[in-house]
């Protein structure tokens, strides 16, 4: 069985408790072709925590000196390949054993990567993300730095359809078609339900929005502004239920005061994710007009319980996935939100018979276990095979 190495940032982070299990899922989803060995790699500020430990025999733990802001980038990865190289001289990993190497994000792991894939004369693909854009648009030397390790990635594996868009627009139409379009793989982020299919009993004009209550989260959903165009639309028969709990709610409460809409908002607090698809199934519409998402989980969830969805227009998120199931909005106009809204009110038997029509012709099947299993584990032995 070909043994397949991962480089990851995203399994742990000191510095932010938000870590997803998605990468985890995907890397065990390849399990019953190929043999994971995961490397993971988190940042640390102080000399004092760098440290490697095996933590099972396909799992190595590195913290590796770091700056914040990806500042002196090409400095780290050097830094975390050197203590990978350590780590092999310590019997705890054998590197010539892979056929090939996943690095999760193209702007960070995915340097250490390309410098260990080309040293062991072995491909490798990566992850492009969120947080690569960022570091294209606003670190000079940039994008001339990564073409080489463009070039040399055999695959880009996304899962944000806008993020081809703005991999066009920064590398310029010759470059992107000539080295990214044809190696790009659509891979969405594994969502599974376990949904009755019972009719759903909607509440009419009761409406939905899910996050953590966190001052990073809140201001990325970007709630603020929802609660704003709940003020805007002056229609005291609307209610918006908001499932989620944490430090920021106090936050949030005052702005329910400083908008006078204490009679549209319903907290729910914190519900178990074995409860919250009755939340989806029985309200009107969900919306989260969100700044930006790594992928967007929550609206995923939505439309498998068959309820039309708010989502960010034009921005990294949700976007570009289905056409008509919902409305498609400016996340920084209050306006557009209100709007939006509206919209949903409006048309939503609509976006139900489509989200339905959708769902029984197999379109959902994208976010499934298999599904995802099928077409990674293909792209992977397509690679590792040459």
Request: hydrophobic share 40%; proline share 4%; charged share 25%.
């Amino acid at each position: 069985m070909n043994k397949i190495l991962h480089l990851s940032y995203d399994l742990r982070d000191r510095h932010n408790r938000e870590v997803t299990t998605a990468v985890s899922k995907l890397i065990n989803v390849s399990r019953s072709k190929f043999e994971p060995f995961i490397i993971d790699l988190v940042r640390v500020t102080n000399p004092q925590q760098e440290m490697i430990r095996l933590k099972n025999p396909e799992h190595l733990m590195i913290n590796v000196l770091g700056l914040p802001y990806g500042l002196l980038m090409n400095w780290s990865q050097d830094r975390a390949l050197k203590r990978i190289k350590k780590a092999e001289s310590r019997s705890l990993v054998n590197l010539n054993e892979f056929s090939m190497v996943h690095a999760h994000k193209l702007t960070f792991e995915g340097i250490a990567g390309y410098r260990l894939a080309s040293s062991l004369d072995i491909p490798f693909a990566v992850t492009l993300r969120q947080t690569d854009t960022y570091v294209f648009n606003r670190k000079p030397g940039a994008v001339e730095a990564f073409k080489p390790i463009i070039k040399s990635c055999e695959r880009f594996f996304y899962l944000i359809p806008q993020i081809l868009k703005r991999m066009k627009r920064i590398f310029g139409d010759e470059f992107f078609e000539k080295y990214i379009e044809h190696k790009a793989v659509l891979l969405s982020n594994i969502v599974e339900r376990n949904i009755a299919k019972e009719e759903a009993i909607v509440e009419n004009n009761v409406l939905l929005t899910v996050m953590r209550m966190t001052k990073k989260s809140v201001e990325r959903k970007n709630l603020k502004r929802l609660l704003a165009a709940f003020k805007l639309l002056n229609r005291p028969d609307i209610k918006l239920r908001i499932v989620g709990d944490g430090e920021y709610l106090p936050t949030i409460r005052s702005w329910v005061n400083e908008y006078n809409i204490n009679d549209k908002v319903i907290f729910e607090g914190a519900i178990p994710n074995e409860e919250i698809d009755k939340y989806y199934k029985s309200t009107q519409a969900f919306l989260l007009p969100s700044i930006s998402e790594t992928f967007g989980m929550v609206y995923a969830e939505s439309l498998l319980n068959g309820t039309p969805i708010m989502y960010s227009k034009d921005y990294l998120g949700f976007d570009g996935y289905f056409d008509g199931v919902g409305a498609g909005v400016d996340p920084k106009s209050v306006e557009s939100i209100k709007n939006g809204i509206i919209d949903l009110l409006e048309n939503g038997d609509t976006y139900r018979k489509n989200i339905l029509g959708l769902d029984k012709s197999g379109e959902f099947k994208i976010f499934s276990t298999d599904y995802i299993a099928d077409k990674y584990n293909s792209v992977l032995a397509e690679v590792s095979s040459g």
